[in-house]
């Protein structure tokens, strides 16, 4: 998900840093970005979007933007009866779709595909106003679930075909892999990314085979919507694709209680939560869970191109990303000349809340977000960090803006050291040897997503193998890995399990099945042969076929 970066940062020059102080679109105040009015929220039109909801409860809840604190709409809330009746009907469903052809299935997301790009100022302008992101994140969302869509659809064969293996007798014993799917596929998604979040990890699991029940988090359930509403629009049947909405600790744990395999995106300590259940039914699951990503600055790295790209790492929808940079790593030669970069095209970036595509970043999402990021800085602040920019709560943007930060000075006894913010606050470290670095970089329990900076890309590849992480980008902050679909995404150590995207994107959602048949004689010795003579014979065969180079 590459953001553009701003013209003005194009012409800053190096000699002469300072840049506007107070490069803000107007948010909640501005005519021209008001809220009311909005197709996106008039009543039969939330009404159209949630009538794709499997909720029968009778109970409802209010859905407000953090754009400006108005509410978007009124969603109704499923029971647990919802989440029985939804995997009844998803199963019925599944076992139709499983027989349906690879191409039927890719002739259909190749429909969704169109639908997405079709209707993408609905998706961006949806996305804005439930997470209060810049329009052009919301575009990467859109942007990036196409890509998906259209990936599957023409990879699927290659995934998903039956392949053949050698048998233990050559010419007599034939193996055949067979990918089935798993059944009904739970999706637990998060606020931060409300479309592509809501609806990536399903389209491989749908061209799989399976059907997929979903709960997109509370806070953007409109978004998520949108995307259902596509779904049913494309051609798929309305049963594959199941919505249910609620409080994660009910209907979240009813689907883990139900489904066939759990595909969840969201804190660490959840994930735990997840995973233990997902171990008490013996299901599998994929977890995409927190991360402190570290970014690198090497002594021979190009200064404007990792001090622009240091910015898009790290404030990219406001910080709040699970592969978005944290801690910046930059080598002692070139530290001083890379901050005042790195400061400066902070301080330029055009700050706003609401649709305009000029806004360089948004405002975070709630209230807890808003909390976690202030306690962070104040704490550091208390204990003899600085703040060389931002740090301030910014409620004449949005009511949850807090300003894009960068702290030097941080130390392990602070919170921020090695606990996530999820939000624009970065810390700035000095490093003397290359060694340290990527020591100070494997620092702590996360291993999700690296950058290192530097001119020799050789060199830099290298260097990632000894970063314990499941992405690392060079010359890069996340967009080169996220971007790339055949390239799987995922976190070593606590910072996750399993793998989004590529082979293994598609292949979690299936079963490896050996089918083998046997021709001729079966794998026994026959009637005029001893046990013993028999043994001798399979031993003699084997030191031929091995001396012959037979690998298997």
């Known amino acids: 998900m590459c953001d553009a970066v701003s013209p003005t940062l194009e012409y800053m020059s190096a000699r002469n840093p300072e840049p506007p102080k107070d490069r803000t679109v107007e948010g909640p105040h501005d005519p021209e970005h008001n809220i009311a009015g909005s197709y996106a929220l008039e009543p039969e039109y939330v009404a ?13 809840a209010q859905s407000v933007s953090p754009v400006n604190g108005q509410p978007l709409g009124v969603i109704p809330q499923s029971s647990i009866d919802d989440v029985d009746t939804a995997f009844a009907r998803a199963r019925a469903a599944q076992a139709t779709w499983a027989r349906t052809s690879i191409d039927e299935r890719a002739r259909i997301m190749m429909r969704f595909h169109d639908l997405v790009l079709k209707h993408a100022e609905e998706i961006m302008e949806m996305a804005v106003w439930e997470s209060a992101k810049a329009r052009r994140d919301a575009y990467n969302e859109v942007y990036h679930v196409a890509l998906t869509a259209r990936y599957y659809a023409r990879t699927a064969h290659r995934h998903l075909d039956t392949t053949r293996r050698a048998g233990v007798l050559p010419g007599l014993t034939r193996i055949d892999l067979n990918r089935v799917p798993k059944g009904v596929v739970g999706i637990i998604s998060p606020w931060n990314y409300p479309f592509t979040m809501a609806m990536s990890d399903g389209l491989p699991a749908l061209m799989a085979g399976n059907a997929v029940v979903t709960k997109a988090d509370s806070q953007t359930m409109l978004t998520s919507l949108v995307g259902v509403r596509l779904l049913r629009e494309a051609g798929f049947p309305e049963d594959l694709w199941i919505a249910v909405a609620g409080p994660g600790s009910k209907i979240g744990t009813a689907i883990i209680g139900r489904a066939d395999y759990i595909c969840f995106t969201g804190s660490t300590a959840t994930g735990k939560r997840v995973a233990a259940g997902c171990a008490e039914r013996l299901i599998n699951c994929s977890l995409e869970l927190g991360g402190k990503n570290p970014l690198l600055v090497l002594e021979d790295a190009n200064i404007e191109r990792a001090s622009e790209g240091a910015v898009r790492a790290s ?11 944290e801690r910046l790593f930059v080598a002692d030669a070139i530290y001083d000349r890379f901050v005042a970069r790195f400061v400066a095209r902070t301080e330029a ?6 649709q305009d595509w000029s806004i360089d970043m948004g405002s975070l999402i709630s209230q807890d977000q808003l909390d976690t990021g202030l306690a962070h800085i104040e704490d550091a602040v208390a204990k003899g960090a600085t703040v060389l920019t931002g740090g301030k709560h910014r409620p004449d943007i949005a009511p949850y803006f807090l300003e894009p930060t960068i702290l030097e000075g941080v130390t392990p006894e602070m919170d921020i050291y090695a606990n996530e913010t999820f939000g624009p606050v970065v810390s700035l470290y000095r490093f003397h040897e290359e060694t340290e670095a990527i020591a100070l970089a494997n620092e702590g329990c996360y291993g999700l997503n690296a950058s290192v900076w530097t001119k020799d890309a050789k060199r830099g590849r290298a260097i990632a193998r000894e970063i314990k992480a499941g992405t690392v980008n060079v010359n890069e902050g996340y967009a080169a890995t996220f971007g790339s679909l055949e390239a799987p995404m995922g976190g070593m150590r606590e910072s996750g399990l399993g793998r989004r995207q590529g082979a293994e994107g598609i292949h979690r959602y299936t079963e490896v099945q050996s ?22 014979i399979t031993s003699l065969n084997e030191k031929l076929m091995t001396k012959a180079g037979r690998r298997a």
């Open 515 to 536: 089918v083998g048949t046997q021709r001729l004689h079966p794998l026994t010795q026959p009637w005029l042969l001893s046990n013993k003579q028999w043994a001798g």
């Open 349 to 354: 970036m055009t700050l706003g809340a609401g």
């Open 48 to 60: 159209a979007l949630t009538s794709h909801l499997l909720a029968t409860s009778g109970e409802v």
């Open 315 to 325: 404030y990219g929808n406001a910080g709040q990303l699970c592969v978005s940079t």
